[in-house]
Structures are given as structure tokens and as C-alpha cells.
């Protein structure tokens, strides 16, 4: 089980009320739909000592429902299921090789801003909340082998999200997202390494 600090459990609990109170708020709305999503995560890790990091491939997937405001706009909170971090390559002064993958897996809460501007065409943007699930160094030279390092990684993470899609009228539909991290996720003792997620997504969906 994963464990919170008071001051990020605060912060989930703050962040997902408000979720509560917008959907609840949306919920009578003329036009409301739910839908399903997923793609692939091309993640990465940002922040100090980071040369030595490059994109880690994963997955997303998960639901979502849409609140329509007007015609051109609707509030989109979702819930997703999603695999972050980023592969890793360095080598130490003797020549001895070290590469691998952090693989940071979370559950995602986005609350979305969704504008239609033609044609089934739209722009999104807004705020993320994500709980960490698991997080290992999975690790292949000089030896392989597997580390958990969620000791190390705070519990909450919280991000940004814009993106653009298009939505066809019998329910199918494609996004491109990029995810880009609001506060550093690292936690180790007395070292700030300002480590940042950042990720661009690629998603097919179904609107019902």
C-alpha cells in the first residue's frame, strides 16, 4: 500500500471534492455522454541530472465522462490508468555500463476543459492529480534485476494537461495530449532533484 504525507493527503482529498462538487454540478446538464479511452504514453523524466534519461514507452486506458455546457463546450473529468518514468543509459568513469527503465505507474484524475471549435474538432486543457501505484527500477546491465524505489517518489503528483482531437459523430474519437508536471514527484532526504513527469499521449476513444 502506498502511503501519504498530511499535506498531500490534504491536497488529494481538496482536489477531488471539488471534482465531486463540478461533476455533481455538471451532472444535470443537457447534454452528458461517457466513454471509454486508452493509447500509448511515450513519458519521460524532467528536471536536474536528467541528460542521461530518454522516453520510456507505455500505456494509458481508462474512462471518462463528458458535461456539455453549451454547444462548443464541456467540462471532461476522466480516470486513467497510466504508465510514466523513462529508460535510462550512464556508465561510471571505470567504463562498468548501467542501463534500464524507471517505471512509474499511476492512477490519473484529469478535469478537463474541452472547447469545440468546428467540426468535431476540439482543444483541452486542465489540472491532474495522480496517485502513485507502484514505482520500480527495473535495471538490465551490468546485471538484470528489479528495485522498488517507491520509498523515494512522493505519493501525489500534480500536473497540466493540453491537448487537441476530434470527436466523429457515431462515437469514435482521437486526442494527442501532453502531460507536463506542476511539482517534483522526487522525495529523497534532504536533496531536491526537481524531477518533473512529462508525458505525451496518443489516445483512441468511444463516446457513448
Given at each position: 500500500m502506498?502511503a501519504?504525507?498530511?499535506?498531500?493527503?490534504?491536497?488529494m482529498?481538496?482536489?477531488?471534492?471539488?471534482s465531486?462538487?463540478v461533476?455533481?454540478?455538471l451532472?444535470?446538464?443537457a447534454t452528458?455522454?461517457?466513454?471509454i479511452r486508452?493509447?500509448?504514453?511515450l513519458?519521460?523524466i524532467?528536471g536536474d541530472d536528467t541528460?542521461?534519461l530518454?522516453?520510456?514507452?507505455?500505456i494509458?486506458?481508462?474512462?471518462?465522462?463528458e458535461?456539455?455546457?453549451?454547444d462548443?463546450?464541456a467540462i471532461?473529468?476522466?480516470?486513467?490508468?497510466?504508465?510514466?518514468?523513462?529508460?535510462?543509459?550512464?556508465?561510471?568513469?571505470?567504463?562498468e555500463?548501467?542501463?534500464?527503465?524507471f517505471?512509474?505507474?499511476?492512477?490519473?484524475?484529469?478535469v478537463l476543459?474541452?472547447?469545440y471549435?468546428a467540426?468535431?474538432?476540439?482543444?483541452?486543457?486542465g489540472p491532474?492529480?495522480?496517485?502513485?501505484?507502484?514505482?520500480?527500477d527495473?535495471?538490465d546491465?551490468p546485471?538484470s534485476?528489479?528495485?522498488?524505489?517507491?520509498?523515494?517518489?512522493k505519493?501525489?503528483d500534480?500536473?497540466?494537461?493540453?491537448g487537441?482531437?476530434y470527436q466523429l459523430?457515431?462515437?469514435?474519437?482521437?486526442?494527442?495530449?501532453y502531460n507536463f508536471?506542476?511539482?517534483?514527484f522526487?522525495?529523497?532526504?534532504?536533496?531536491d532533484?526537481?524531477?518533473?513527469?512529462?508525458?505525451?499521449?496518443?489516445?483512441v476513444?468511444f463516446?457513448?
Amino acid at each position: 500500500m502506498f502511503a501519504l504525507d498530511n499535506q498531500n493527503l490534504y491536497s488529494m482529498k481538496k482536489f477531488i471534492f471539488l471534482s465531486l462538487l463540478v461533476v455533481l454540478a455538471l451532472s444535470s446538464c443537457a447534454t452528458t455522454h461517457y466513454g471509454i479511452r486508452g493509447g500509448v504514453n511515450l513519458a519521460n523524466i524532467n528536471g536536474d541530472d536528467t541528460d542521461n534519461l530518454s522516453t520510456r514507452t507505455g500505456i494509458f486506458f481508462g474512462g471518462f465522462g463528458e458535461f456539455g455546457v453549451t454547444d462548443m463546450f464541456a467540462i471532461q473529468p476522466e480516470v486513467l490508468f497510466s504508465q510514466q518514468g523513462a529508460e535510462y543509459e550512464d556508465s561510471e568513469s571505470g567504463g562498468e555500463f548501467f542501463d534500464g527503465r524507471f517505471k512509474l505507474d499511476y492512477l490519473n484524475v484529469p478535469v478537463l476543459a474541452k472547447v469545440y471549435v468546428a467540426d468535431g474538432l476540439f482543444f483541452e486543457a486542465g489540472p491532474q492529480i495522480g496517485i502513485l501505484l507502484s514505482a520500480k527500477d527495473e535495471y538490465d546491465s551490468p546485471f538484470s534485476g528489479e528495485d522498488d524505489i517507491k520509498d523515494f517518489i512522493k505519493s501525489t503528483d500534480f500536473s497540466g494537461n493540453v491537448g487537441l482531437g476530434y470527436q466523429l459523430d457515431m462515437g469514435l474519437n482521437f486526442n494527442a495530449r501532453y502531460n507536463f508536471g506542476l511539482s517534483s514527484f522526487d522525495d529523497f532526504e534532504g536533496i531536491d532533484e526537481n524531477l518533473k513527469n512529462g508525458v505525451i499521449s496518443i489516445g483512441v476513444g468511444f463516446r457513448f
